[in-house]
């Protein structure tokens, strides 16, 4: 079946430091991809996606190419703030309905 | 805008006891999703809703029963519940047939003793 698998954390950074999370896939078809973002307290909102290969979301300075060779859909942001703290999850759609989501990493900024 | 709307937000449970958990949704969306979220496992789905008058098992239906109540309501139930079920649980809503973007309520934290 369809699966995500993202780099396990927790992430620990500091203020304008580069931010990298890997995310692969294992999906039949074609899915549409996904990164959304867990605030402290809060449900998952929607960050960025892309819905074919080579396509780039992109998000309050943060971007994700499709790239359907490696089968990976990175999550990259130049230059972090403490805002950014929270979980970040990759999650893919096989066009059934369902999200399959990755376990999620946890980013902490420091100031 | 209220989106999607859980409650109750918190609620401590005995083994055993039984309980529901309510979400409506104002978008107007078709289909209706129950997660649960625990650490280190991410988000897996319960049951899931694609249209009203359907439901369908996701990946962890056991010990859960849900009722699509009309558009706008999709309830989640438990009906003797076990300490493995102590975790988060969000609802979700989506408008795009295939997935698309969800939207999630605020969480349900559910503690079983």
């Known amino acids: 079946g369809d699966s995500v698998t993202q780099m396990e954390g927790p992430v620990t950074l500091s203020e304008e430091a580069f931010l990298t999370i890997n995310c692969t896939y294992t999906a039949t078809g074609y899915p549409s991809l996904f990164w959304y973002v867990q605030y402290p307290g809060e449900g998952l909102q929607l960050l960025l996606k892309?819905?074919?290969?080579?396509d780039k979301g992109s998000n309050k300075g943060f971007e994700a190419t499709y790239r359907k060779e490696t089968t990976s859909f990175h999550l990259e942001k130049g230059s972090v703030q403490v805002s950014d703290s929270a979980v970040y999850f990759c999650a893919l759609s096989g066009g059934d309905y369902k999200l399959s989501f990755g376990a999620g990493t946890t980013v902490t900024v420091r100031a | 805008n209220a989106g999607v709307t859980q409650t109750p937000k918190f609620q401590v449970l005995k083994t055993g006891q039984s309980m529901t958990l309510q979400c409506a949704q104002d978008?107007?969306?078709?289909?209706m999703y129950w997660y649960r979220q625990d650490p280190g496992m991410g988000l897996r789905l319960i049951y899931y809703?694609?249209?009203?008058?359907?439901?369908d098992k996701g990946e962890v239906p056991n010990g859960y029963n849900v009722s699509r109540l009309n558009k706008r309501e999709f309830s989640l139930r438990l009906e003797s519940a076990a300490p493995s079920q102590t975790s988060v649980y969000f609802c979700?809503?989506?408008?795009?047939?295939?997935?698309?973007?969800?939207?999630f309520g605020e969480g349900s934290r559910l503690t079983v003793l």
């Open positions: 892309a819905t074919k290969a080579d």
């Open positions: 809703s694609a249209s009203e008058g359907t439901t």
């Open positions: 978008m107007n969306h078709n289909s």
């Open positions: 979700a809503s989506s408008g795009l047939a295939g997935g698309g973007e969800l939207f």
